[in-house]
Nanobody
Framework: QVTLVESGGGLVQAGGSLTLSCAASGFTASSIAMGWFRRAPGKEREFVAAIASRGSSADYADSVKGRFTISRDNAKNTEYLQMNTLKPEDTAVYYC???????????????????????WGQGTQVTVSS
């Protein structure tokens, strides 16, 4: 059974930093694409960042470029989202997403769309106060 467990959310003042973690377990595939999405109050869930299962290619939403950094530890099947210079508009529930990658080309391409992911974490709340 595949599970994704997020941690690291919380309350922080504007300008502060937080690091989210997502530990994946239960995958039998050796190559797993991972990403982060978020849902702000009253809004649709949106893409935040994604990292390829191989190599270091990453992609970010325009709203977080230069402030957020996604990374992963393949040995631990864990991804991280370092969030700096947080703004009140970053307040949201953050979701980890993952899927097995079945092609070599796909392994080097970050997945940026919700429908590309098969598994989701339960979400972790990030609140940024002004």
């Amino acid at each position: 059974q595949v599970t994704l467990v997020e941690s690291g959310g919380g309350l922080v003042q504007a300008g502060g930093s937080l690091t989210l973690s997502c530990a994946a377990s239960g995958f039998t595939a050796s190559s797993i694409a991972m990403g982060w999405f978020r849902r702000a109050p009253g809004k649709e869930r949106e893409f935040v960042a994604a990292i390829a299962s191989r190599g270091s290619s990453a992609d970010y939403a325009d709203s977080v470029k230069g402030r957020f950094t996604i990374s992963r530890d393949n040995a631990k099947n864990t991804e991280y989202l370092q969030m700096n210079t947080l703004k009140p508009e970053d307040t949201a529930v953050y979701y980890c997403a993952a899927r097995p990658v079945r092609t070599i080309v796909g392994a080097y391409t970050p997945k940026t769309r919700e429908w590309e992911y098969e598994y989701w974490g339960q979400g972790t709340q990030v609140t940024v106060s002004s």
